[in-house]
């Protein structure tokens, strides 16, 4: 398995549950992101996570809990969902987060349905 | 400040064609600007990417035209093929500073959906 791998695909979820995106990436990179792709708008930037840091949550409601237990794994949790939260969310992971120039490898993504 | 303005929403192009592509950005401090391809049920991409020093960068079919005074850069796809068919995004990067750390900051486009007539 190479590059970055998102799971699941599809998620339908009801706005009182509780579920989890995974993202694991396999290029032994130091930063790795979430972001939030609704159509017709920019990729929104929700977190960056450098060296297991968290060192930006892009004011993002509380009902998205990111985790970044190393370098290869990061989760989004998600809770009480709103219907607008609906969207495809696209795990990311750059060689060095602090360069500004560092190439973005994206997953293929979770396409998420809150009902 | 933080936007970056693409253009036009969607594009079509015979085969054969050459495809254009705007971006323009309002941030001086923006020092990276890539562009992403991205096919449906797929992530986006890395296609190209310039730095402000450059006007001008081509890889094959593709080229970056870069205007750091007008703040504008363009995307050009040359012999445009069916298989170009996909979404483009411009970005703008910037470092940034949060908590203390530094990291590359992206700024993307609303992106453009190329159709490819063959």
């Known amino acids: 398995e190479t590059g970055v791998t998102q799971t699941p695909r599809h998620l339908v979820m009801g706005m009182t549950n509780k579920k989890s995106l995974k993202c694991e990436q396999h290029?032994?990179?130091?930063?790795m992101y979430w972001y939030k792709q609704s159509a017709k708008k920019p990729l929104e930037l929700m977190f960056v996570?450098?060296?297991?840091?968290?060192?930006e949550n892009n004011s993002v409601p509380s009902r998205f809990s990111p985790e970044c237990p190393n370098s290869s794994h990061l989760f989004l949790h998600l809770h009480t969902l709103q219907p607008e939260d609906s969207a495809l969310y696209l795990c990311?992971?750059?060689?060095?987060?602090?360069?500004?120039?560092?190439?973005?490898?994206f997953g293929n993504g979770t396409r998420l349905t809150v009902t | 400040q933080q936007q970056v303005k693409q253009s036009p929403q969607s594009l079509i192009v015979q085969k054969g064609g050459i495809s254009i592509i705007n971006c323009a950005y309002e941030n001086t401090a923006f020092d990276y600007f890539p562009w992403y391809q991205q096919f449906p049920g797929k992530g986006p991409a890395l296609l190209i990417a310039?730095?402000?020093?450059?006007s001008e960068k081509k890889e094959g079919r593709f080229t970056i035209s870069f205007n750091k005074s007008a703040k504008q850069f363009s995307l050009h796809i040359m012999d445009s093929q069916p298989g170009d068919s996909a979404t483009y995004f411009c970005?703008?990067?910037?470092?940034?500073?949060?908590?203390?750390?530094?990291?590359?900051?992206?700024?993307f486009g609303q992106g453009t959906i190329l159709t490819v007539h063959p």
């Open positions: 996570y450098s060296l297991e840091e968290r060192v």
């Open positions: 310039i730095r402000p020093d450059v």
């Open positions: 970005a703008a990067s910037t470092p940034s500073n949060a908590g203390g750390t530094s990291y590359g900051k992206l700024t």
């Open positions: 290029l032994g990179h130091n930063a």
């Open positions: 990311a992971s750059s060689q060095d987060g602090h360069r500004a120039n560092s190439p973005l490898h």
